[in-house]
């Protein structure tokens, strides 16, 4: 069982539509962050939020639109995508970014959401 | 920039038998992590084991362990006594904490066979 949750975990959109893909953690923690998994790429960080403010958009296309309204919730807001953007999308989070802790900078992911776009 | 490496695009193992996977990384920073994430088929990253640079002690999870070897920048997972349920891919990663930002090396598919 994980303490993120992603939803839905498959999703098939057009290239027209406008869809969302949600992460939850019921972890406590303060940092969440979204990545891209494409076949034969390694993960690639997209987004990350540290107490619900952005701190990192990796040159992200604005097609991709994050939105973090409190500490639990981050959304991945998605329009006009391309076929090219068919990936698994993962969502993590962590107890904070930066600082010495025991345990708090260890990153946490959810079970991903597949996103096919026709 | 940091960057992080694996060598070894798939490995194999007998049930039962040690694995050691490797992992080697770039960076001119002296205080981050280092992380072994596991992803099986159903493609959740799980989190195998978990190294501080700054402490010298190789990092232990029960049947996982490290060889954490900072001036060559080198981060190797051994895996004993090898399970069916440890085949997966496995990804070494990097962490400097400041910035939150995981750096994923391209992985490696292990095979257990029975």
């Not at chain 1, 949600?22 to 303060?30: R, S, T, V």
């Not at chain 1, 891209?36 to 990350?48: D, G, H, I, N």
């Not at chain 1, 107490?51 to 807001?77: A, I, Y």
């Given at each position: 069982?994980?303490?993120?949750?992603?939803?839905?975990?498959?999703?098939?959109?057009?290239?027209?539509?406008?869809?969302?893909?949600?992460?939850?953690?019921?972890?406590?923690?303060?940092?969440?962050?979204?990545?891209?998994?494409?076949?034969?790429?390694?993960?690639?960080?997209?987004?990350?939020?540290?107490?619900?403010?952005?701190?990192?958009?990796?040159?992200?296309?604005?097609?991709?639109?994050?939105?973090?309204?409190?500490?639990?919730?981050?959304?991945?807001?998605?329009?006009?995508?391309?076929?090219?953007?068919?990936?698994?999308?993962?969502?993590?989070?962590?107890?904070?970014?930066?600082?010495?802790?025991?345990?708090?900078?260890?990153?946490?992911?959810?079970?991903?959401?597949?996103?096919?776009?026709? | 920039?940091?960057?992080?490496?694996?060598?070894?695009?798939?490995?194999?193992?007998?049930?039962?038998?040690?694995?050691?996977?490797?992992?080697?990384y770039?960076t001119?920073e002296s205080d981050y992590y280092l992380?072994?994430?596991?992803?099986?088929?159903?493609?959740?990253?799980?989190?195998?084991?978990?190294q501080e640079a700054y402490k010298q002690?190789?990092?232990?999870?029960?049947?996982?362990?490290?060889?954490f070897?900072k001036?060559?920048k080198?981060f190797?997972?051994?895996?004993?006594?090898?399970?069916?349920?440890?085949?997966?891919?496995?990804?070494?990663?990097y962490l400097f904490s400041?910035?939150?930002?995981?750096?994923?090396?391209?992985?490696?598919?292990?095979?257990?066979?029975?």
């Open positions: 069982e994980t303490g993120v949750t992603q939803t839905p975990r498959h999703l098939v959109m057009g290239m027209t539509n406008k869809k969302s893909l949600k992460c939850e953690q019921h972890l406590g923690h303060n940092a969440m962050y979204w990545y891209k998994q494409s076949a034969k790429k390694p993960l690639e960080l997209m987004f990350v939020y540290n107490f619900k403010e952005q701190t990192e958009n990796n040159s992200v296309p604005s097609r991709f639109s994050p939105e973090c309204p409190n500490s639990s919730h981050l959304f991945l807001h998605l329009h006009t995508l391309q076929p090219e953007d068919s990936a698994l999308y993962l969502c993590a989070s962590s107890q904070a970014i930066g600082g010495r802790q025991t345990s708090g900078n260890t990153i946490y992911f959810g079970e991903g959401s597949w996103l096919t776009v026709v | 920039a940091q960057t992080v490496t694996q060598s070894q695009p798939e490995m194999s193992v007998q049930e039962a038998e040690t694995v050691t996977l490797s992992c080697t770039d001119s992380f072994w994430y596991k992803q099986p088929p159903s493609r959740q990253m799980i989190l195998v084991i978990r002690q190789n990092a232990t999870e029960n049947r996982f362990s490290v060889n070897q001036a060559a080198s190797s997972l051994k895996i004993s006594d090898s399970q069916l349920g440890d085949a997966a891919m496995y990804f070494c990663a400041s910035y939150g930002k995981l750096t994923f090396g391209q992985g490696t598919i292990l095979t257990v066979h029975p």
